[in-house]
């Protein structure tokens, strides 16, 4: 799959989605150097009034499986998060944060990526790795 191919899909189908709610966006297209991004505000936050933890962990594996999926041929394989680790750095109430997942690894049937998610000055808040499971799709799934 042609990356404006890509592109077109992941905006086409990012309304439908969790990013819609959440007010999250891709910011850079690269399957090496994956960003998504989004502004903190009262949807993100746990009843102390931090940032939900779990919000850093969607932001995490949602820019690990981007930059797989851009990594693979989407007409004939798939792909799937599989393991999702997250060490909390820094707590915040509001900002925005990006998150950048570089892989570590990308193997033919699994893809390991490291993801710093940053604030708005720059500081660590999250530092994740994902692994992602690559798989062949089922001959009757696939595009003719």
Do not use: W
């Not at 309304?15 to 819609?20: G, K, L, Q, S």
């Not at 594996?61 to 999702?84: F, N």
């Amino acid at each position: 799959m042609d990356r404006e191919e890509f592109i077109r899909i992941v905006e086409g189908t990012n309304p439908r989605t969790v990013f819609a709610p959440l007010g999250i966006r891709v910011t850079k297209y690269d399957p090496d150097e994956m960003q998504v991004a989004m502004d903190i505000d009262e949807r993100h936050h746990q009843h102390l009034g931090m940032l939900h933890g779990g919000v850093s962990a969607l932001l995490a594996e949602s820019a690990a499986s981007l930059a797989a999926a851009m990594s693979v041929d989407l007409h004939t394989h798939t792909i799937a998060g599989v393991d999702l680790n997250a060490t909390h750095l820094r707590a915040k109430q509001t900002g925005s944060l990006q998150a950048t997942a570089r892989p570590l690894f990308r193997g033919r049937t699994t893809h390991v990526y490291a993801i710093e998610i940053a604030d708005e000055g720059g500081h660590l808040v999250c530092v994740s790795r994902c692994t992602i499971a690559v798989r062949p799709r089922r001959r009757e799934d696939r595009d003719p």
